[in-house]
């Protein structure tokens, strides 16, 4: 099995997972995480990823609903007194179907989940369980990367940032009293088998998550970092 590895890491540290493009094994639709926490994930789009074509598409790290078997990567090292996430992704929609996952924290055993994702309108939202508790204001334009990232901490309300610019419209605090235990990537994935409701419809890719608030300043230097390999 080969195991690629990028030659450059952007300005904020790499926190609990980074899946890019270029980690992907095409020979055994594996995708590797390059942070030295191992949460490696398998590719379920039934093609090259990153594409993602709605229709029961999705990847997720570690291998599905597997917590530590032998030879398997452990779960998330998220603790349950988890009190702050970043989610981070590159995401170019190939157009807007309903609400749209990009990036999910879940755990295989409830529905209870952070998610990073799109609406018909083509605007950010994150969720908290089944509670929406920050919306974008400006859309997502098909066929064009943007960088999208959602910062979060309990006491505070989300912030939502598009291609290092805050975006956020209406948000409200949450606690996340749970501990998640998988990165679900193109759909919401939960329970005791993957289900794909609520596809992506296009490309994800630089995901990168923290169990951690990103600053302005750090967001902005990884959407830098990142543009010039998402024209």
């Not at 398997?72 to 590159?90: C, F, H, K, N, Q």
């Not at 190939?94 to 018909?120: E, K, Q």
């Not at 630089?206 to 010039?228: H, S």
Request: aromatic content about 10%.
């Amino acid at each position: 099995m080969r195991k690629k590895h990028l030659s450059t890491r952007g300005a904020a540290s790499d926190g609990v997972a980074r899946l890019e493009s270029s980690s992907f094994d095409p020979f055994v639709g594996t995708w590797y995480d390059l942070t030295p926490n191992n949460n490696d994930g398998e590719d379920h789009t039934g093609g090259g990823w990153p594409f993602f074509d709605g229709v029961g598409d999705y990847i997720l790290a570690p291998p599905p609903y597997v917590k530590g078997g032998v030879g398997e990567p452990p779960p998330l090292p998220i603790t349950a007194d988890l009190t702050a996430a970043t989610v981070e992704a590159w995401c170019k929609p190939s157009g807007f179907a309903a609400t749209m996952r990009a990036v999910s924290l879940h755990s295989a055993a409830s529905l209870n989940s952070l998610s990073l994702g799109v609406r018909n309108t083509g605007l950010l939202f994150f969720q908290v369980n089944n509670t929406i508790r920050a919306d974008g204001l400006s859309p997502l334009v098909v066929g064009t990367w943007a960088h999208i990232v959602c910062v979060a901490a309990t006491g505070s309300a989300p912030i939502l940032y598009i291609n290092g610019v805050d975006d956020t419209g209406v948000a409200s605090s949450s606690a996340y009293p749970y501990s998640p235990s998988q990165i679900g990537v193109g759909a919401t994935l939960y329970s005791a088998a993957p289900a794909t409701s609520q596809p992506f419809h296009g490309d994800i890719d630089t995901i990168r998550i923290y169990d951690r608030v990103l600053t302005p300043d750090e967001v902005l230097a990884n959407y830098n970092a990142g543009k010039a390999a998402h024209p």
